[in-house]
């Protein structure tokens, strides 16, 4: 598959690359991030323009996370659930659902282009919440604009090792996506364990005479 798409970003440049990163913004696992990489590669050799990588890269990836986040605003948690229980990704969208909850916007930012593997769930999971869209929209455009610029310079300084670079970053994103995970869950079990303390510490005490 990488290979294929490796071919189709060379054949037809800038409108391969929004097609395919609005279709995987939108919930396909393509692997993206190689393929930024590879574009940011490809203008370090003069075969793509710099402006019209950012541009078109960005507006692709928003494009799919819209669609991502009206499946959930209009299909509601049933049809997540449905498609989350045959195209996979059940944990994930535990974990972004967790992720909207405590941080919100930051949530929807951060995971453009830090924890990215989470991007596609945060979308239908803001959906499902109903987020406002407003916000949603323009979280989401800085933190692709974010993502595209990172990874293509990137493809530009390490033209040459483009193949190399994707993997590293790429482990790098699902460590970070445990790390952040774990801090969840080591923050809801400590509430959870301090709230039976605390409802004693409420009740009023008895006194015996």
Known sequence: MTDDLLALLSLYGVPAMFAILAVSSAGVPFPITLLMVAAGSFVAQGEMKLWEVLVFGAAGATLGDQIGYWIGRKGGRRLVKWITDRAGGGASLERAEALNVRWGGAAVFLSRWMVTPLAPTINLTSGVSEYSWSKFFVWDLAGQIVWVAIFVNLGR?????????????????????????????????????????????????????
């Open 157 to 209: 300084i390490f033209s040459d090792r483009v193949q190399e670079l994707s993997q590293l970053l790429g482990n790098v994103a699902w460590i970070l996506v445990g790390v952040i995970v774990s801090i969840l869950l080591g923050w809801k079990t400590v509430t959870y364990l301090r709230r039976p303390a605390l409802s004693q510490a409420a009740r009023p005490s008895t006194v015996i005479k």
